[in-house]
Nanobody, 120 residues
């Protein structure tokens, strides 16, 4: 079983910064991709940023230019640097690990989530 443990959430004023961390219980190099998702009250969980095993990244349009995802394979940790935070960034942020088992089958692992609250 894979465990993903997020940390770094908290309360910050608009315009501020936070860095989220996701520590995995096994080598993150074994996953096809790692990512951050978020879920605001009353909304569906949505992709924020992903980073593939080869290093390519993908961002939601709403965070491009403000957020940066990175990985440290030696520490089995993925980071999300969040700058210029806005009240709309308020949500529970979840770490995700994707393991592609075959061309048709994939397994997703999720962390327990960390709350980010941005005050105006």
């Amino acid at each position: 079983q894979v465990q993903l443990v997020e940390s770094g959430g908290g309360l910050v004023q608009a315009g501020g910064s936070l860095t989220l961390s996701c520590a995995a219980s096994r080598s993150i190099s074994s996953f096809n991709a790692m990512g951050w998702y978020r879920q605001a009250p009353g909304k569906q969980r949505a992709m924020v940023a992903t980073i593939a095993s080869g290093g390519s990244t993908n961002y939601a349009d709403s965070v491009k230019g403000r957020f940066t995802i990175s990985r440290d394979n030696a520490k089995n940790t993925v980071y999300l640097q969040m700058n210029s935070l806005e009240p709309d960034d308020t949500a529970v942020y979840y770490c995700n690990a994707l393991l592609q088992l075959s061309s048709r089958t994939a397994t997703n692992y999720w962390g327990q989530g960390t709350q980010v609250t941005v005050s105006s």
